[in-house]
C-alpha cells in the first residue's frame, strides 16, 4: 500500500500529564475481582474473629503513697538515718519495677502453679467456636476419633513434674471410666493409667513423672493436653504480660493489667500478685524497723554506763576541791560548748553522707566543710576562754560538759527506742491495693468490630492494589497515539464499544438463521460508522495493488477480529464492491454466526479439493456480499495452508470479486496466519483496546516480516475514552459522533 493516513501532530498533543480517569477506569474495569479480594479478606477476618479463642482482661489499682521523713522531737537525734530506713519516699517508677519484679512474680508463679499448662483437646480452628456455643456435652471425638471435647470439660492438676528434658513437651490424658485416666506421651514407651485424686508416679525412659489429677469433669474418652513448663518460662512469660503504668500524671497510682485466655486464672494471678506485692511492702517495712530498734537497744547499755561514769567523776572532783555550782559564766559556756559540740558532729554526719555520691569537689561537700571549719573555730575560741579560767574552774567545766553530753545522748537513745516501738507497732504499708481484680465477663480481643472493619479496609486496600499492578503488568495500550509511537504503525481505525453488539452477541450463542451483522442490524451505530472511515482509507489505497486481498489478523485470540471481518466486509459491499469474506481461520473459525449461516463446506474442502469454489461460496450472504465459511475443522490446517490449492484458491477469489477480505486466525497462537500472509497485498492488525500489548504487535509484525509480507497500520477495537480524558473523547470512536447526532435532534 502506497498511501497511509499518518497521524496528524497538529491536530492533537501527547498528554502526558497525570490522567484522574485512567484511576477510575482500572477500578472500574477490575470492580469484579476488586470485590471478590475485599470480600475474600472479609471472610478470613470474619473466621477469625469468631474462631479465634477470647482474650479477657483483668485489672487491679494500687496507691503508692508519698511518706517524707517524720522529724524526731530532737535535733541532735542520732537515730534518724535508721528511721529513713523504714520512712523513706516510695517513688512510683521504683514500684513499677518491683511489681514486675522475679521476687513477686515467683511467688505467684508457685502459689498458682502457672508452670503446668492443662486444657481440654479441641478440633482446630472450629473447636473452641462450637465450645464456646454449646451447652450440652457430646461423645467426644469425631465419629469416636480423635478424643475432641465439645462442651465445657475441664481437668484439674495439683502436680505434675516431668523429667527436666520433657519440659515443654505435651502430654495426653484420656478420661476413664471408674476414676481412672490414661496418660501417654514423651518417654512413655505404653500408655499408663492412674487413679484421679491419687499421687502417681510413672517411670519414663528419662526419668519419674510425679502427676496429681484432682478431678476430670468430661465423658469417657475426652482427651487433654498436658504440659510442664520451667518455672523459669512460667515465670517469663508472666512478667511478659504483665503491663504497669502509672495512671495519669504522677498521680503515684499504678494500674497493673493482665490478658489471658481463662478469665478466672487472670484475676487470681493478678489478685496474688497484688496481695503479695502489699505483703512484702510491710514486711520490708517492719524489718527495717526492727533492725534499727535492735541497734539502739544494743547501744542503750554503753549510753547509761558512760552517763554514770561522767555524772561520778564531775561530783567526785567537785567534792575535791570544795566547789560550789558554777557561776553565770561558766554555765553559759559550757552551754555553748554543748551546742558547738552537737552542731559539730552534725555536719560531720552530713559530710560523711555526702561523700557517699559526691566528691570532694562539689558545691554542697565544699559548703558543708566550711561549717565544719567555722565550728571548729568557734569551739577553740571556747576553749580559749575556759583556759583564762581559774584552773579548778576548768576542770569542773570540762568534766560538766562531758556529763551533760552523756546524759543527753542517753535520753536521745531512750526517747528514739520508744518512738521506733510505737512506729513497729504502728507500721503500715507505703502501698495501698486500691482495687482488686473481678473476673470479666467480656473479652477484649478479638474485636469483631474492628477486625471486619480492618479485614474489609485491607482487603480493598490490597484489591485495588492489585488491580493496579495487574494493569501495570498486563494491561495493554489504551492511548492511539502510544501505541502509534511504540509499533511504528499508523491507527487507521479506533472502533468503540458497541452496545448493540452486546445483545447481538448473546443471540449469536443461539446459533438460528437470522442475520446478525452490526452494520446490517445497525448501520447507525458508531462502531459502523468508525469502520466507514477505514472503508474510505482501505478503498483508496487499493488503487495499484498488485491484488485486492485484504488480511485481517491479531496477535492473540478474543480481540474482535472477526466481528470486524464481518462488519468490515458487510459496508465493503453496501458501498457497491463485490466482496468475498473468507473464514481463515481453521481450527476455530465462525464467521457463519454473523450471518445466520449452518456450518458446512468451506475452505478447508476447497484446498482438499473435494468441492469447487462455485459450490462452496454462500452467495448474496448481503447484497454484494459473498461468504466462505471454514469448513470442517481440518486435523492439519498448518500443512493444508502450505498446499498449492490454498494460493490457487485465493488467486481465482481475487480474478472473480472486487475485494477479497480474509478472517486470519491469532498470529501468536498459530503458525497458519504467517502461511497465509503472501496471498495478501494489505495487512491490517487489530489490536484489542487496554489488552493487546505494543510488544505483542511488534512481535507479530516480525513474524510476518519473515514472509516478507509488511503490516499497513492497525485498527483499534473495543475503544473506551477515559472518563477524565475530555481530549481523547472528542477525538477517537463514536463519541464525537455521538454528540454531531445530538446536536443534530436538538436542534431540529
Same mark, same amino acid.
Given at each position: 500500500?502506497?498511501?497511509?493516513?499518518? *497521524?496528524?501532530?497538529?491536530?492533537?498533543?501527547?498528554?502526558?500529564?497525570?490522567?484522574?480517569?485512567?484511576?477510575?477506569?482500572?477500578?472500574?474495569?477490575?470492580?469484579?475481582?476488586?470485590?471478590?479480594?475485599?470480600?475474600?479478606?472479609?471472610?478470613?477476618?470474619?473466621?477469625? %474473629?469468631?474462631?479465634?479463642?477470647?482474650?479477657?482482661?483483668?485489672?487491679?489499682?494500687?496507691?503508692?503513697?508519698?511518706?517524707?521523713?517524720?522529724?524526731?522531737?530532737?535535733?541532735?537525734?542520732?537515730?534518724?538515718?535508721?528511721?529513713?530506713?523504714?520512712?523513706?519516699?516510695?517513688?512510683?517508677?521504683?514500684?513499677?519495677?518491683?511489681?514486675?519484679?522475679?521476687?513477686?512474680?515467683?511467688?505467684?508463679?508457685?502459689?498458682?502453679?502457672?508452670?503446668?499448662? #492443662?486444657?481440654?483437646?479441641?478440633?482446630?480452628?472450629?473447636?473452641?467456636?462450637?465450645?464456646?456455643?454449646?451447652?450440652?456435652?457430646?461423645?467426644?471425638?469425631?465419629?469416636?476419633?480423635?478424643?475432641?471435647?465439645?462442651?465445657?470439660?475441664?481437668?484439674?492438676?495439683?502436680?505434675?513434674?516431668?523429667?527436666?528434658?520433657?519440659?515443654?513437651?505435651? $502430654?495426653?490424658?484420656?478420661?476413664?471410666?471408674?476414676?481412672?485416666?490414661?496418660?501417654?506421651?514423651?518417654?512413655?514407651?505404653?500408655?499408663?493409667?492412674?487413679?484421679?485424686?491419687?499421687?502417681?508416679?510413672?517411670?519414663?525412659?528419662?526419668? !519419674?513423672?510425679?502427676?496429681?489429677?484432682?478431678?476430670?469433669?468430661?465423658?469417657?474418652?475426652?482427651?487433654?493436653?498436658?504440659?510442664?513448663?520451667?518455672?523459669?518460662? %512460667?515465670?517469663?512469660?508472666?512478667?511478659?504480660?504483665?503491663?504497669?503504668?502509672?495512671?495519669?500524671?504522677?498521680?503515684?497510682?499504678?494500674?497493673?493489667?493482665?490478658?489471658?485466655?481463662?478469665?478466672?486464672?487472670?484475676?487470681?494471678?493478678?489478685?496474688?500478685?497484688?496481695?503479695?506485692?502489699?505483703?512484702?511492702?510491710?514486711?520490708?517495712?517492719?524489718?527495717?524497723?526492727?533492725?534499727?530498734?535492735?541497734?539502739?537497744?544494743?547501744?542503750?547499755?554503753?549510753?547509761?554506763?558512760?552517763?554514770?561514769?561522767?555524772?561520778?567523776?564531775?561530783?567526785?572532783?567537785?567534792?575535791?576541791?570544795?566547789?560550789?555550782?558554777?557561776?553565770?559564766?561558766?554555765?553559759?559556756?559550757?552551754?555553748?560548748?554543748?551546742?558547738?559540740?552537737?552542731?559539730?558532729?552534725?555536719?560531720?554526719?552530713?559530710?560523711?553522707?555526702?561523700?557517699?555520691?559526691?566528691?570532694?569537689?562539689?558545691?554542697?561537700?565544699?559548703?558543708?566543710?566550711?561549717?565544719?571549719?567555722?565550728?571548729?573555730? $568557734?569551739?577553740?575560741?571556747?576553749?580559749?576562754?575556759?583556759?583564762?579560767? @581559774?584552773?579548778?574552774?576548768?576542770?569542773?567545766?570540762?568534766?560538766?560538759?562531758?556529763?551533760?553530753?552523756?546524759?543527753?545522748?542517753?535520753?536521745?537513745?531512750?526517747?528514739?527506742?520508744?518512738?521506733?516501738?510505737?512506729?513497729?507497732?504502728?507500721?503500715?504499708?507505703?502501698?495501698?491495693?486500691?482495687?482488686?481484680?473481678?473476673?470479666?465477663?467480656?473479652?477484649?480481643? @478479638?474485636?469483631?468490630?474492628?477486625?471486619?472493619?480492618?479485614?474489609?479496609?485491607?482487603?480493598?486496600?490490597? *484489591?485495588?492494589?492489585?488491580?493496579?499492578?495487574?494493569?501495570?503488568?498486563?494491561?495493554?495500550?489504551?492511548? !492511539?497515539?502510544?501505541?502509534?509511537?511504540?509499533?511504528?504503525?499508523?491507527? $487507521?481505525?479506533?472502533?468503540?464499544?458497541?452496545?448493540?453488539?452486546?445483545?447481538?452477541?448473546?443471540?449469536?450463542?443461539?446459533?438460528?438463521?437470522?442475520?446478525? *451483522?452490526?452494520?446490517?442490524?445497525?448501520?447507525?451505530?458508531?462502531?459502523?460508522?468508525?469502520?466507514?472511515?477505514?472503508?474510505? *482509507?482501505?478503498?483508496?489505497?487499493?488503487?495499484?495493488?498488485?491484488?485486492?486481498?485484504?488480511?485481517?489478523?491479531? !496477535?492473540?485470540?478474543?480481540?474482535?477480529?472477526?466481528?470486524?471481518?464481518?462488519?468490515?466486509?458487510?459496508?465493503? #459491499?453496501?458501498?457497491?464492491?463485490?466482496?468475498?469474506?473468507?473464514?481463515?481461520?481453521?481450527?476455530?473459525?465462525?464467521?457463519?454466526?454473523?450471518?445466520?449461516?449452518?456450518?458446512?463446506?468451506?475452505?478447508?474442502?476447497?484446498?482438499?479439493?473435494?468441492?469447487?469454489?462455485?459450490?462452496?461460496?454462500?452467495?448474496?450472504?448481503? !447484497?454484494?456480499?459473498?461468504?466462505?465459511?471454514?469448513?470442517? $475443522?481440518?486435523?492439519?490446517?498448518?500443512?493444508?495452508?502450505?498446499?498449492?490449492?490454498?494460493?490457487?484458491?485465493?488467486?481465482?477469489?481475487?480474478?472473480?470479486?472486487?475485494?477479497?477480505?480474509?478472517?486470519?486466525?491469532?498470529?501468536?497462537?498459530?503458525?497458519?496466519?504467517?502461511?497465509?500472509?503472501?496471498?495478501?497485498?494489505?495487512?491490517?492488525?487489530?489490536?484489542?483496546?487496554?489488552?493487546?500489548? #505494543?510488544?505483542?504487535?511488534?512481535?507479530?509484525?516480525?513474524?510476518?516480516?519473515?514472509?516478507?509480507?509488511?503490516?499497513?497500520?492497525?485498527?483499534?477495537?473495543?475503544?473506551?475514552?477515559?472518563?477524565?480524558?475530555?481530549?481523547?473523547?472528542?477525538?477517537?470512536?463514536?463519541?464525537?459522533?455521538?454528540?454531531?447526532?445530538?446536536?443534530?435532534?436538538?436542534?431540529?
Amino acid at each position: 500500500m502506497k498511501l497511509k493516513y499518518q *497521524a496528524s501532530e497538529g491536530l492533537s498533543e501527547r498528554n502526558d500529564e497525570f490522567d484522574p480517569g485512567s484511576i477510575i477506569d482500572t477500578l472500574i474495569n477490575h470492580r469484579k475481582m476488586i470485590a471478590a479480594i475485599t470480600m475474600a479478606f472479609i471472610l478470613v477476618g470474619a473466621l477469625y %474473629a469468631f474462631c479465634a479463642t477470647p482474650i479477657y482482661r483483668a485489672s487491679i489499682s494500687i496507691r503508692v503513697e508519698d511518706n517524707s521523713p517524720t522529724a524526731l522531737p530532737d535535733s541532735k537525734d542520732l537515730v534518724r538515718n535508721a528511721s529513713s530506713l523504714f520512712q523513706e519516699k516510695s517513688s512510683a517508677e521504683s514500684e513499677m519495677q518491683i511489681l514486675r519484679s522475679k521476687a513477686i512474680a515467683m511467688q505467684t508463679v508457685d502459689y498458682l502453679k502457672l508452670y503446668i499448662e #492443662a486444657e481440654p483437646k479441641r478440633l482446630p480452628v472450629l473447636g473452641g467456636l462450637i465450645a464456646r456455643h454449646t451447652d450440652s456435652r457430646m461423645t467426644p471425638g469425631i465419629f469416636g476419633w480423635g478424643g475432641f471435647v465439645w462442651g465445657d470439660e475441664s481437668i484439674s492438676v495439683s502436680t505434675f513434674e516431668v523429667p527436666r528434658k520433657q519440659e515443654g513437651n505435651a $502430654y495426653t490424658v484420656t478420661a476413664l471410666t471408674g476414676g481412672q485416666y490414661q496418660l501417654r506421651g514423651p518417654g512413655l514407651e505404653q500408655p499408663v493409667t492412674g487413679r484421679v485424686g491419687v499421687d502417681e508416679q510413672f517411670e519414663t525412659s528419662h526419668g !519419674p513423672v510425679n502427676l496429681l489429677v484432682s478431678k476430670i469433669d468430661g465423658e469417657s474418652g475426652a482427651e487433654f493436653k498436658l504440659t510442664r513448663h520451667s518455672r523459669q518460662q %512460667a515465670l517469663e512469660q508472666l512478667q511478659k504480660g504483665l503491663q504497669v503504668d502509672e495512671q495519669g500524671n504522677k498521680s503515684n497510682v499504678l494500674g497493673v493489667m493482665l490478658e489471658g485466655r481463662d478469665p478466672v486464672l487472670v484475676t487470681n494471678i493478678l489478685n496474688d500478685i497484688g496481695a503479695v506485692y502489699v505483703r512484702q511492702n510491710v514486711n520490708e517495712k517492719g524489718a527495717n524497723a526492727e533492725k534499727s530498734l535492735n541497734y539502739l537497744e544494743q547501744q542503750l547499755p554503753g549510753a547509761k554506763r558512760q552517763m554514770e561514769q561522767a555524772e561520778e567523776a564531775y561530783n567526785t572532783y567537785r567534792n575535791s576541791h570544795g566547789l560550789l555550782d558554777a557561776d553565770e559564766e561558766s554555765r553559759l559556756i559550757l552551754r555553748q560548748a554543748t551546742e558547738a559540740d552537737s552542731r559539730l558532729y552534725d555536719l560531720k554526719r552530713q559530710r560523711q553522707d555526702l561523700m557517699a555520691h559526691l566528691t570532694a569537689e562539689h558545691p554542697s561537700v565544699v559548703a558543708i566543710d566550711q561549717q565544719i571549719a567555722s565550728t571548729n573555730k $568557734y569551739v577553740e575560741s571556747l576553749a580559749a576562754r575556759v583556759k583564762s579560767m @581559774p584552773s579548778a574552774e576548768q576542770g569542773a567545766i570540762r568534766l560538766m560538759r562531758d556529763m551533760r553530753m552523756s546524759s543527753d545522748m542517753y535520753s536521745a537513745l531512750r526517747s528514739n527506742i520508744d518512738t521506733l516501738r510505737l512506729v513497729k507497732a504502728g507500721q503500715s504499708a507505703s502501698v495501698q491495693l486500691l482495687d482488686t481484680a473481678d473476673v470479666p465477663e467480656r473479652p477484649v480481643k @478479638p474485636a469483631k468490630t474492628l477486625v471486619l472493619l480492618i479485614s474489609a479496609v485491607l482487603g480493598l486496600f490490597v *484489591a485495588i492494589g492489585l488491580a493496579f499492578l495487574r494493569d501495570y503488568l498486563f494491561k495493554g495500550e489504551a492511548d !492511539p497515539e502510544e501505541l502509534e509511537s511504540r509499533t511504528g504503525l499508523t491507527v $487507521y481505525a479506533t472502533i468503540p464499544v458497541s452496545a448493540q453488539q452486546e445483545q447481538l452477541t448473546q443471540k449469536m450463542a443461539i446459533r438460528g438463521p437470522e442475520k446478525l *451483522a452490526l452494520a446490517f442490524r445497525y448501520p447507525m451505530d458508531p462502531a459502523v460508522e468508525a469502520l466507514r472511515t477505514m472503508r474510505a *482509507a482501505l478503498q483508496f489505497a487499493l488503487n495499484g495493488e498488485r491484488n485486492n486481498v485484504v488480511m485481517l489478523a491479531g !496477535p492473540l485470540p478474543g480481540i474482535g477480529k472477526s466481528f470486524l471481518s464481518a462488519n468490515l466486509g458487510t459496508l465493503l #459491499a453496501s458501498g457497491g464492491k463485490r466482496v468475498l469474506l473468507v473464514d481463515g481461520d481453521l481450527r476455530r473459525g465462525h464467521l457463519n454466526q454473523y450471518f445466520g449461516l449452518q456450518r458446512g463446506a468451506g475452505l478447508a474442502d476447497l484446498i482438499t479439493g473435494e468441492r469447487s469454489l462455485e459450490e462452496t461460496v454462500h452467495k448474496d450472504v448481503l !447484497p454484494n456480499l459473498d461468504v466462505l465459511q471454514c469448513g470442517e $475443522y481440518p486435523h492439519d490446517p498448518a500443512e493444508l495452508l502450505l498446499s498449492a490449492n490454498f494460493r490457487a484458491t485465493i488467486r481465482a477469489a481475487s480474478e472473480q470479486y472486487d475485494i477479497v477480505l480474509l478472517d486470519a486466525p491469532a498470529i501468536l497462537a498459530v503458525s497458519d496466519t504467517v502461511t497465509m500472509a503472501p496471498v495478501a497485498d494489505s495487512i491490517f492488525m487489530v489490536a484489542r483496546f487496554a489488552d493487546t500489548r #505494543a510488544g505483542e504487535i511488534s512481535e507479530s509484525v516480525k513474524r510476518l516480516a519473515q514472509t516478507g509480507s509488511k503490516v499497513e497500520g492497525i485498527l483499534l477495537n473495543g475503544f473506551k475514552v477515559s472518563r477524565g480524558n475530555y481530549s481523547q473523547s472528542r477525538r477517537y470512536g463514536g463519541y464525537a459522533y455521538d454528540a454531531y447526532y445530538s446536536d443534530s435532534a436538538t436542534t431540529k
